[in-house]
């Protein structure tokens, strides 16, 4: 059963950059079939998509965060990450990784890490 | 401000039958691309309910069921349980946007 678990700093200060990782166990990454995305929920917002990778090399991003955020893996460690510069409180999410298989027709979210809590804050 | 609008909240008695709603636009729904639905119990990461439109993954009960109509889609809960109390979302695509959106969440009370 695939498990992804995130990990990260738990508080940053504001302007700094934030780094997060996923450790995926379960399953390979190397499936034609997967894109490895990131996906950040704040009271806010509600939940927000950030970024996705493939283990071809393929990166996309939300537009709105794509000057400010890096997406990238390591397959030999079965991890993927994400960095985000100049963190102010707006960025104060949970922050999930998750799993984003093709279907065909459409690709979907099928697999979610627990998430973790991201604080912005001096 | 989420792109895919949803009742804030809606409520039933156990047995009940209830119906989210998930109003988009022409640069998601309304062009064609699928809609999925999330189950998210308070303090859990959401959960695959819905892929595909009306697609059930393994698992998931058939008291769950979606459908879609233009622009908009609806997940339906019957035979409503108090173990369905949480937080629904869709998710779709948006051309206009460039990237995956969620509506704003539902959450459901079972009185």
């Known amino acids: 059963q695939l498990h992804l678990q995130e990990s990260g700093p738990g508080l940053v200060k504001p302007s700094e950059t934030l780094s997060l990782t996923c450790s995926v166990s379960?399953?390979?990454?190397?499936?034609?079939?997967?894109?490895w995305d990131w996906i950040r929920q704040s009271p806010g917002k509600g939940l927000e998509w950030i970024a996705s990778?493939?283990?071809?090399?393929?990166?996309y991003y939300n537009p709105s965060l794509k000057s400010r955020v890096t997406i990238s893996m390591d397959t030999s460690k079965n991890q993927f990450s994400l960095k985000v510069s100049s963190v102010s409180a707006a960025d104060t999410a949970v922050y999930y990784c998750?799993?984003?298989?093709?279907?065909?027709?459409?690709?979907?979210?099928?697999?979610w890490g627990q998430g973790t809590l991201l604080t912005v804050s001096s | 401000q989420s792109v895919l609008t949803q009742p804030p909240s809606v409520s039933g008695a156990p047995g009940q039958t209830v119906t989210i709603s998930c109003t988009g636009s022409?640069?998601?729904?309304?062009?064609?691309?699928?809609v999925h639905w999330y189950q998210q119990i308070p303090g859990t990461a959401p959960k695959l309910l819905i892929h595909?439109?009306?697609v059930r993954p393994s698992g998931v009960p058939d008291r769950f069921s979606g459908s879609k109509s233009g622009t908009s889609a609806s997940l339906a809960i019957a035979g409503l349980q108090a173990e369905d109390e949480a937080d629904y979302y869709c998710?779709?695509?948006?051309?206009?946007?460039?990237?995956?959106?969620f509506g704003s969440g539902t959450k459901v009370t079972v009185l």
């Open positions: 379960g399953d390979s990454m190397t499936s034609n079939l997967y894109y």
């Open positions: 998750a799993r984003r298989t093709d279907y065909g027709d459409y690709e979907v979210f099928d697999f």
């Open positions: 998710q779709s695509y948006d051309n206009r946007l460039h990237g995956f959106v």
């Open positions: 595909g439109n009306t």
């Open positions: 990778i493939h283990y071809g090399g393929s990166t």
């Open positions: 022409s640069s998601n729904i309304g062009t064609g691309y699928d």
